[in-house]
Structures are given as C-alpha cells and as structure tokens.
C-alpha cells in the first residue's frame, strides 16, 4: 500500500491550493504606496557607438518623473559575473565591464540605453519613443568561429580579441588522448550544434525597487531563484549599498528554469532608481522584452571524437567546442561550457582518457548562461550522440555497445576529475527495456510503414552531476560564492514548528517535501510545518535553487537543523521524565525512555521548552530553535536510460513522438509525484530543444525569432503520454537523505534520444549517409534529408 505520509509519499502539492485559486503572490502582483513605472529604451541594432542620447524633448513629456542614462550611473559597478575561469595556459579569462545602462556603444540588440520613470507605464513608453539616438552602427559579429578569427570586428574595444577564454580539460591527458586516436581500431566523429534557447518561463522577470530615506534601507522585490545572490552581488558589487541595509525578496516565481538565477541589469537599476527619486519603481518585462534581455540557453558548435578497439571498447574521447557567452558575461556564464560540462563527459561509461576544449566566445547576441541541466545536456547530448553513430558504423546494437563500457564498480574515478560514489547502469537499461517494450518495436515499425510512415527508436544513457559542491573546491575553480546552502528550524510552545531555508521555490514544491523530511523525523503531522523562503530579512544566507539541489543541500541543511532540535529536545524530555538523555527515544511524535513505559508527547516537550516555570528545566536554556548550514561533500549522480519512438511522414518531413520511456535513478525518493512532474516536464523541455525551439539571429545580429510567433513552445499536441519509472535507487553515500537531484535530468536524457530516433527513421528509408541533423529537427530539414 502506498504511504499516507512522510517520506515515500505522495501528498498534494499545498501550495496548489493558493496557486490554482488565483491566490499566488507573485512580484507583478505587488503594488507599493506611489510608486512610479520604468521603460527601458532598449538598442534595436546589434553593435554600434552611441554618440549621444538626447532626453530633452522626452523629459518634457507628461507623466516623466526622471530619465536616466549611462552618466547617472558613473561610479556604479558593473553587473559582475560570479565565476572566473583559468585558460589552459593558466591565464584568467577576459572579462568585460557589464554596464547597467549602455556605456558609449550598444553591444547586442536589446541592451538598455536609457530608462524612463514615470506615473504610468504608458507615459514612459511615450516618453521614450521621443528620446534622440545617435548611434553610428558598426559591423556585428555572431558566427563564434567567425568571431575569433584574425581581423575579426571586436564586442569589446579594450579586449584584445573575443576569445573569452580557451579552456583545456584535463591539460596533461591531451598528448596521451592523441596517441590513442592513433593506436585506436574505429574513430567515429561528429560534428554538431546545441542550438540557441530561449527559457521562457510563465512568469516574466519583474523588479520594484523601494527606499526608506528615514532609514537609508532599500528594498527590491524581484523573480530570483536566489535572492541572497542577488542581495550579495548587487548590494556589494554593483551599489555599493551594506547587506544589513539592503533586502530582497522573491514571492512566489512562476518558473525559473535558470534563467532567473542571474543578477540583472533592471534588478540594480530599480534598486539604484528608488533611491534617486525617493520613491517606489517597477519595472514589468514584456514577452517581447524577455526573448532579448533574459539569458539565453546552451548555443554550442562541437567536434567529438571517440575512439575504440578491436573489441569495440571506449578507449578516448575528445571534444572541441566553441560556446557562446553572448555580449557579456552572465552571472555563471563562465562555468556552464567548462566545470558544468567538460567534467560530465564520461558519461556512464569506463572510458580511461578523455580532453576537452572549449572556447568561449563574445559576440553581439544576448548573454548566454545557465538553463535547465547547464553544461549536462550539452555534455550528454555530444556523447550520446556520437555513441549511437559508432554502433552504426560498427553495425552492432546501440545497447549492446552501451552496455559493453558502463562503469560497473563504484565508486569510480572518472578521467575528467569527478567521483561518482552509487550507480546501477544495468539496472536502469533493465528497466528502460521494460518499461518501453522495446521487443515490441519491430512490430510497431512494420505497422507504421504499413501507414505510409518511417519508425525509428532512439536510446541513450545519461548521468548528471548536481547539488554542485563543496564550497572550498570550487572556489579553486574559480567560483566566487559558496555553494552550501542553510536551514533555520524554529519550535513553537505548541510544536508547530517554522522552517527558513536558503532554498526557494519556482515550481518545485517545496511547501510540500520539505515538510515531508521534517514530519518523518519527528513523528508529528506535515501540516505542522510551515516552509518560509525568499525573504532575505527572515531567512539565514542561502544560495537558492538551481543545478537540482533543493532537496540534496538544502533538504541536508533541514536535516542537520533538525536533527539538532531533536537532541535537545531528548534533553528537555529526559528532564521531565527523570531519565538520561541516552534512554531517550523518539517514535511517532513522543518521547520515551528506552525499556519503560515511561512517555511524553511532543507537545508537552515543546511546550515546557518555552514555559519552563511549569517544568523547571534548571540548566537546559529555553527555548528551541537551531541553525545548520550544510556544505556537500561531492556532487550527487542521477543516472538514468531513456527511449524514444518516432514516426516521420515522409511527404512533408514531420516528426510526431509516439511513446516515451524514461528509467531513472534518484536515489531516495521522497515526493514520488513531484519528481514524476519533474521529469515530465524536464522531457517536455528537451523534446521542444529538439524539434521545436531554436533562437535564430541574422548575419546584422538581429533576433529573427524574437516573439511566439518565430520560436515555437512545445504544446500538448507536441509531447505524448511518458512511461516514467524510478524503481532503481542507488542512494547517495554523502548526504543524510540518501537523494539526488530530479529537476533537470528530463531535458539532459531527452534530446539525443529524440535526434537518434529520427536518425534511425530515416536510415530505415535507405538513407545510411543520414548520421546527423542539427537541432530543430524542423520539418523542412528532415524533408531534405529524405529527399537530398
């Protein structure tokens, strides 16, 4: 029978209740006492000088409160980049200053120029349409290799070229990875893209800026995934302003997907304009607005090469790739091509040498950074795919070969400087073959091309490594924030109890598994737990949500606090039962001493803790609230094996997906739902990079897909019914929950098994030469490839 409650159960997610009833506090939905509205006057070409910018006229307009440009903000920080890496020659990378309003030339469209506070949105949008630009446009630049070229035009004057970095991984294996490209059997290569994203959440990012001249406190409300980041970065990089005298705070967040992760220039604008004007500033992005100002996704172009011996055993890897950073740097812009990707290029399998090169380039485009897996789908996606062609050139099962190089003992070193301490491979290709009925798939072919249709089955392998940590290493690499994450359990005289956690939630579900962990620990109702997060004011430093670590760190950061609450509450419950706290246990919410009868409720133990004059506690101090902070010892390593069938109409080049298998391995599970909707809609994700979703500029650096109506979103037509397990666990050794993360593994495993699956479609047509497609796989491109 499934379980009513605590861990391994899947209750209804609370904060739906608030959500689905239109009760979600959302920052749009915040509204301060005279507050004023911001428009951004944004570049609409890719790379120019911007010689002047005439406000007069507009600053006369009806409504203006202040226009602010670049000379408003002289002496203001840059929006710094949080992660600095280190070249191959041992050389830190060229970083750029990221101004918040465009500082004597705009670098990519949509870069803001100025920015207009007045009593109503509509009268700043007026008033910016009558600002004067002078800006003398200049050649842009948005090929990566074309970029780095010699005599190529450069993003940055004072850069000696818009090579940001040229990064070798590991340095010292390159030579001995050569020489086994030379001794190797096979070579299989490949040459392909991870295509331009655009994240695209619900929500659209929002900041209002508030400041109390009585005080000297600012205030930003904002959609962060992190606001203690924001708060640290912005406060002390970019304003100048004391953390003790700044707080932000991030309601409710309708999806984030990374993108929200990021200090942004509006943030710091809002924050730095409520000052000025001495009254409240919002800003609201519109659809439009986000395709050219959020952070894009991924934008990789990649050569792998995998060699292989007589008896088809992985021998080396080695990559080259280029990454796009866009104009500037983004928050974690830096790490996602190098330590998110480079150190994820084993895979599940046993391969002794592997070299990674990545280039990352400036051009004239919207910065690049982190979304949703960040540097392990890129990482699966090369290798998955160059997997599948070297079981094709060598005419064995996909499978077979896969099988043949996992790693079977752990934990185990990999060539590319991490440990993965559990995992089961086999197991979870055992249970993708169940569950996807892949015996079956025979038979499903013929009756598709009975219906005048191409079949074709895409597998892959994937691992992920997530809950990035510990803190002291990646600094050496280059991090510049710690990586830990914090929890504060406060007890009620009643023993209900309030939970404050650096984590935060933008569809997670939170509200609903964090009380989960608590309520199994102590035995009480989940209902007695409330979860407070994203109010930098309430809540103890935390580095937020992203990189599917909410549960693994922040979930261990609950544990530890709580683990503390229950020590000295045996001490207080020994004190009322005259025993010693070694006797003391703690079952389902009551507290007894070890071979008696002798008990007492949790209740009175909590109460007596705060109303200690009806049980004298003598030398225990009253009152129960504890603090951890949880720094992980390593990564977690999700794994998992997924499946994909397509059907291609071969008249007009359409993909449909018939059925989807995915058999992952999270370790413990303790929402099972909510890590069933995690991967659903991490496979949706990956399904729409695959087939749908590409961000396209122009030779002149204009976005071509810069609305709905050029980037199509996966919809409910475009995705099928998933067969999801995660029946193989193989818990983490180093966490106190035994977890891994869920959040991304569904856009990391689904793209290469959606690409091989239209590979295999077509190669069943006759078209053997049919090794790759670049992602969309558009109906037009497979079209041409079935009719080349």
Same mark, same amino acid.
């Given at each position: ?68 440009? %670049? ?5 203001? &920080? ?7 890496? $280190? ?14 309003? /465009? ?7 949509? *870069? ?19 600002? *004067? ?5 200049? @050649? ?58 655009? %994240? ?21 409300? $904002? ?9 640290? !970065? ?41 000052? %000025? ?7 609201? #992005? ?19 090469? !995998? ?44 391969? @002794? ?29 090369? !290798? ?30 990999? @060539? ?30 013929? /009756? ?58 933008? &569809?997670?579900?939170?509200?609903? #598994? ?79 001493? /070890? ?44 794994? &998992? ?46 399904? &729409? ?37 995660? #029946?193989?666990?193989?818990?983490? $050794? ?27 479609? !077509? ?20 079209? /041409?490839?079935?009719?080349?």
């Amino acid at each position: 029978m499934p379980k009513d409650s605590g861990i391994g159960a899947s209750p209804k997610r609370r904060e739906d209740v608030r959500f689905l009833t239109g009760n979600g506090n959302y920052t749009d939905d915040i509204n301060a006492h005279g507050q004023a509205y911001v428009h951004f006057l944004r570049s609409d070409i890719a790379h120019g000088t911007l010689n002047s910018v005439d406000t007069t006229a507009a600053a006369a307009m009806p409504g203006v409160v202040r226009i602010f440009t %670049a000379a408003d903000f002289e002496g203001v &920080g840059g929006v710094p980049c949080g992660w600095e890496i $280190t070249d191959r020659h041992g050389n830190a990378m060229q970083e750029p200053k990221h101004p918040v309003l /465009a500082e004597g030339k705009v670098r990519h469209v949509g *870069e803001p120029i100025a920015a207009v506070i007045a009593e109503s949105l509509e009268q700043a949008r007026d008033a910016a349409e009558a600002i *004067e630009l002078d800006i003398e446009e200049l @050649p842009a630049v948005v090929d990566m290799k074309a970029a780095v070229a010699e005599g190529s035009v450069k993003v940055h004057d004072d850069l000696t070229s818009n090579l940001c970095y040229d990064w070798g991984f590991v340095e010292e294996n390159r030579e001995a990875v050569n020489q086994a490209f030379q001794d190797a059997a096979h070579v299989t290569s490949l040459e392909l893209v991870n295509n331009r994203l655009v %994240a695209n959440p619900m929500e659209p990012r929002v900041a209002i800026g508030e400041y109390n001249r009585s005080t000297d406190d600012s205030k930003l409300y $904002t959609t962060s995934q992190n606001p203690h980041v924001i708060r640290l !970065l912005m406060g002390a990089f970019v304003l100048g302003i004391p953390e003790h005298k700044l707080q932000v705070v991030s309601p409710d967040v309708g999806g984030g997907f990374g993108t929200k992760i990021f200090h942004y220039a509006e943030e710091a604008f809002c924050t730095f304009a409520a000052k %000025a004007c001495n009254r409240p500033v919002k800003w609201t #992005s519109s659809r439009s607005e986000a395709f050219m100002s959020d952070a894009h996704g991924r934008d990789h172009v990649t050569k792998i090469e !995998l060699a292989l011996d007589a008896d088809n055993n992985f021998t080396a890897l080695r990559t080259d790739t280029y990454a796009n950073m866009g104009a500037y740097l983004s928050t974690f812009a830096p790490s996602v091509p190098t330590w998110l990707h480079g150190t994820l290029m084993a895979g599940n399998y046993k391969t @002794p040498l592997i070299y990674v090169n990545v280039k990352a380039v400036f051009t004239n485009t919207v910065p690049v950074d982190a979304y949703r897996g960040a540097g392990r789908p890129e990482a699966t996606f090369q !290798l998955e795919r160059v997997v599948d062609k070297a079981a094709r050139e060598l005419g064995v099962d996909p499978i077979a070969l896969r099988r043949q190089n996992f790693i079977t003992e752990f934990p185990y070193a990999t @060539p590319v400087a991490v440990e993965y301490d559990t995992g089961d491979y086999h197991a979870t290709m055992d249970k993708l073959t169940e569950i996807a009925d892949l015996s079956g798939f025979d038979a499903r072919r013929k /009756a598709s091309v009975a219906n005048g249709k191409l079949r074709g089955l895409g597998v892959n392998c994937y691992i992920e490594a997530c809950g990035i940590a510990p803190s002291n290493l990646v600094g050496q690499l280059g991090a510049r924030a710690g990586l830990y994450e914090s929890a504060t359990v406060r007890v009620n005289a009643t023993g209900g109890l309030v939970v404050m956690t650096g984590s935060h939630s933008h &569809g997670q579900g939170h509200e609903t #598994s964090f009380p989960q962990v608590i309520a199994d620990m102590i035995g009480i109702d989940e209902g007695m737990i409330e979860i407070v997060h994203g109010d930098t004011s309430k809540v103890p430093m935390g580095m937020g949500t992203y990189g599917s670590r909410s549960l693994a760190v922040g979930g261990s950061a609950m544990v530890r606090a709580t683990e503390k609450i229950i020590a000295k509450a045996k001490k207080i419950a020994a004190h009322l039962m005259e025993a010693a706290d070694a006797d003391i246990e703690l079952k389902d919410g009551q507290f007894s001493v /070890a071979g008696t009868d002798k008990s007492v409720a949790w209740g009175d133990v909590t109460l007596a803790a705060y109303v200690p004059h009806n049980y004298p506690l003598e030398d225990i101090e009253p009152g129960l609230e504890e603090t951890a902070f949880y720094d992980p010892a390593n990564f977690t390593y999700p794994s &998992g094996a997924y499946a994909c069938e397509v059907e291609v109409d071969p008249d007009t080049g359409k993909v449909s997906i018939e059925r989807f298998s995915a058999a992952d391995d999270f370790g413990n599970i303790v929402n099972p739902m909510i890590v069933d909707g995690q991967v659903h809609g991490g496979i949706g994700q990956g399904i &729409g990079q695959a087939l749908l979703e590409g961000c396209v500029y122009d030779e002149d650096g204009q976005l071509l897909s810069a609305s709905f109506m050029d980037y199509a979103m996966p919809r409910a037509d475009d995705v099928p019914f998933y067969s999801v397990d995660h #029946s193989c666990q193989t818990p983490c $050794t180093h966490n106190p929950l035994g977890v891994k993360g869920c959040g991304e593994a569904g856009a990391i495993g689904s793209p290469p098994s959606v690409v091989n699956a239209v590979v295999d479609a !077509l190669q069943s047509a006759g078209k053997t030469d049919v090794t790759h497609i670049d992602m969309p796989l558009s109906p037009g491109r497979i079209w /041409a490839a079935l009719n080349s």
